[in-house]
C-alpha cells in the first residue's frame, strides 16, 4: 500500500505535548491492479494480466502552443539552447537523469535519457512556459475544456497499454494524453487548483507506472538499480523534496525552509529503518519516537514535525501527496518551521521539520 505519516511535536515552557500521528493508508497503484471484469474492489495480488485495451479514446484539444510540452522528444542541445547548464544533475530510478533549473520565478526539473528529453515536471509562475495550463488554475476549468477520463490508452513499441485512474486520482492527478505527450497534473485538493505539472512519454509514462494498468505484449521495466545508484537517486531525491517543498511555501507567502545536516540524518535512518524492518510508522521500534531520534542526534529544537510515506514514484509525487493530506499540509505549510531535514531510502521518505533554539 502506499502511504502517508504525518506528527507534530511542541516544546513549550519545559513541557512536551504530543500531538497524535495522523496515518493515512491509500492504494499502491504501481504494485495493485484494477479488475476489468465488472468488479469494483482492487485485486489484492500483484499482477499485470495481458488483456485487449478498450479503444476509448477522448477527444481533446492540441498543444499548438509555444511551450515546455514540446521539449518532450527534443535532443539534450535543444535543452541547453534554452535553459542552459543545470544548477545540478540528479539521478532517477527510471533510467534518466534530472536537470534541475529553480530560478526566482519558477522550478523545472526536466528528464534527460541516452540525451533526449523524456518527461520535465514544473512547479512554479512562469505560465507561459505551460500554456493552455497554469498554476493556481481550478480543476473545473481544465476539466471542462480537456475532460478527465478514467482511462487513458495507448500502443507503444508493439504493445498495447490501458491505465486506469481512480476517482481519487482523477481529483488530485488526472492524465491527459495530447500530441503524443503525457500530462499529469497534481490539484490542490484544499484550493481545487493546479499546484504541479509533469509531461512525459509513452515509455516514461510505462515505467513509473503511477495508475493502474493493463497491457498486451511486454510491460517496459526501468533496469534494476545498484546500492550504489539508489545512493545516487536518494540524495538527489531528498534534495528535490526540499525544493519543491519550498516552492509550494513559496506559492502560500511563507519563509523558505533551509537544508539542516543533522536532521536530515536523522531523516534518512529513520526512511533505512522502515523500508529494511518493513514496518511504517513514526515510532521506531529500535530507536523510538522523533523525540528520541533527535534527542540522540544532539538536536535542540523549539518545534518539529515529521512526515513520512512509502511506495511513492518519486519526491515530486510525495510532495504532491503530502500537500492533499491534512495533517501532513500543516507541517508543510507551518509558519513556524524554519530547517527541514529529509531522508530518502529507496521508495520510503521521511521529511523533518525544526525551528532550532
Known amino acids: 500500500m502506499k502511504k502517508l505519516g504525518c506528527g507534530v511535536l511542541f516544546v513549550c515552557l519545559g513541557m512536551l505535548i504530543l500531538i497524535t500521528y495522523l496515518m493515512d493508508n491509500l492504494p499502491d497503484n504501481k504494485n495493485e491492479q484494477m479488475s476489468l471484469t465488472g468488479q469494483s474492489e482492487v485485486e489484492k495480488s500483484i499482477f499485470y494480466e495481458e488483456r ?3 479503444n476509448r479514446k ?7 502552443e509555444d511551450g515546455l510540452h514540446n521539449l ?6 535543444a535543452l541547453e539552447e534554452v535553459f542552459g547548464e543545470p544548477s545540478r544533475i540528479d539521478k532517477s530510478a527510471y533510467d534518466y537523469d534530472w536537470w534541475v533549473y529553480p530560478n526566482s520565478e519558477s522550478y523545472i526539473q526536466i528528464g534527460v535519457e541516452n540525451d533526449q528529453v523524456v518527461t520535465v515536471y514544473f512547479i512554479g509562475e512562469e505560465n507561459e512556459l505551460t500554456f493552455p495550463f497554469y ?7 481544465i476539466n471542462n475544456e480537456f475532460t478527465f477520463t478514467e482511462q487513458i490508452s495507448f500502443n507503444l513499441q508493439a504493445n498495447s497499454f490501458q491505465f486506469n485512474l481512480t476517482e481519487e486520482e482523477l481529483l488530485t492527478r488526472p492524465l491527459l494524453k495530447i500530441d503524443d505527450v503525457f500530462i499529469q497534473l497534481y490539484f490542490d485538493t484544499f484550493t481545487k487548483s493546479l499546484s504541479g505539472i509533469r509531461y512525459l512519454d509513452g515509455k516514461t509514462l510505462v515505467k513509473h507506472r503511477p495508475y493502474s494498468v493493463v497491457y498486451r505484449g511486454e510491460l517496459i521495466e526501468a533496469k534494476k538499480l545498484t546500492a550504489e545508484e539508489w545512493s545516487e537517486v536518494e540524495k538527489g531525491a531528498a534534495l528535490q523534496i526540499l525544493d519543491i517543498t519550498n516552492e509550494i511555501r513559496k506559492r502560500h507567502q511563507l519563509n523558505e525552509l533551509q537544508w539542516d545536516e ?3 540524518i536523522v531523516a534518512f535512518h529513520h526512511s533505512e529503518d522502515m523500508k529494511l524492518n518493513e514496518y511504517f510508522s513514526h515510532t521506531s521500534p529500535a530507536y523510538g519516537e522523533l523525540k528520541d531520534r533527535l534527542k540522540k542526534q544532539g538536536i535542540f529544537y523549539q518545534l518539529a514535525g515529521e512526515n513520512i510515506a512509502a511506495k511513492y514514484v518519486d519526491a515530486i509525487a510525495v510532495v504532491e501527496g503530502w500537500l492533499n493530506s491534512e495533517g501532513h499540509r500543516v507541517n508543510l505549510l ?4 524554519t530547517h527541514l531535514g529529509v531522508g530518502v531510502y529507496e521508495l520510503y521518505y521521511t521529511q523533518n521539520f525544526i525551528t532550532p533554539w
Open 72 to 77: 518532450i522528444g527534443e535532443p539534450v542541445t
Open 58 to 64: 477522448p477527444s481533446t484539444p492540441s498543444l499548438k
Open 52 to 54: 485487449p485495451v478498450l
Open 135 to 141: 498554476i493556481g488554475q481550478l480543476y473545473e476549468d
Open 334 to 337: 507551518h509558519e513556524d518551521f
Open 262 to 264: 543533522e536532521t536530515s
